[in-house]
């Protein structure tokens, strides 16, 4: 079964533009997450989108938003960007029942690095 | 107080010993534990899932829970120059896609 695929890898963007990222789950995953790794914050949270809404929310201004389609892939978009913005951007999905076991494991895509000058 | 706190590293064990990396977690209400393991440059790799107190054995690896202590700890056995990363502790306490992620222990396994 193919993992959890994300375009682009890399990217580079200047201040004040947008940005857009795909996230594409593993098949029959129902539930993508979004996260950005940051050397001075770690791993933070974004948000959750689930049958195509938004479950979960982290504490980032809303500059960052998201969508899922229907086939359970995900986008995740960041307007105006800005100097800190500068991260890994990863994404997670999982198959998800709602309780605890081994159907809430997430698994991580490969990450686009994205470096805004 | 972080939500989920890693023993500070980095960590330095000798090929073949016992690698010990700790967590601690303050939301009594979580339900899933995770380890994953991130080679620089990489994304998190899943190592192991634990959901009762106890332990949890995959090969080389255990996992220990105690969810009365809020804690939970992995121990990598004959341990291997491989197994140089960082490892980040997770905790899910809503099941709704949110994992929060302690800051990761560094180890390194010197050959």
């Known amino acids: 079964k193919a993992g959890v695929t994300q375009t682009p890898r890399y990217l580079i963007k200047t201040r004040g533009q947008q940005v857009t990222l795909s996230c594409s789950p593993i098949s029959g995953h129902r539930s993508v997450s979004w996260y950005q790794q940051t050397p001075g914050q770690g791993l933070q949270f974004l948000f959750e989108y689930f049958s195509e809404t938004q479950r979960n929310k982290g504490n980032f201004p809303g500059r960052f938003s998201g969508r899922q389609f229907s086939n359970s892939r995900s986008e995740m978009n960041v307007s105006t960007l800005e100097l800190g913005d500068s991260a890994l951007y990863l994404c997670a999905s999982s198959y998800t029942t709602g309780a605890p076991g081994p159907l809430e494991t997430q698994y991580f895509g490969p990450g686009t690095r994205l470096l805004v000058l | ?111």
Request: proline content about 5%.
């Open chain 2, 1 to 111: 107080q972080k939500e989920v706190e890693q023993n500070s590293g980095p960590l330095s064990v000798p090929e073949g010993a016992i690698a010990s990396l700790n967590c601690t977690y303050s939301d009594r209400g979580s339900q899933s534990f995770f380890w994953y393991r991130q080679y620089s440059g990489k994304s998190p790799e899943l190592i192991m899932s634990i959901y009762s107190n106890g332990d949890k054995e995959d090969g080389r690896f255990t996992a220990q829970l105690n969810k009365a202590s809020q804690y939970v700890s992995l121990l990598i056995r004959d341990s291997q120059p491989s197994d140089s990363a960082t490892y980040l502790c997770a905790v899910m306490a809503t099941h709704a896609g949110k994992s929060t992620f302690g800051d990761g222990t560094t180890l390194t396994v010197k050959p």
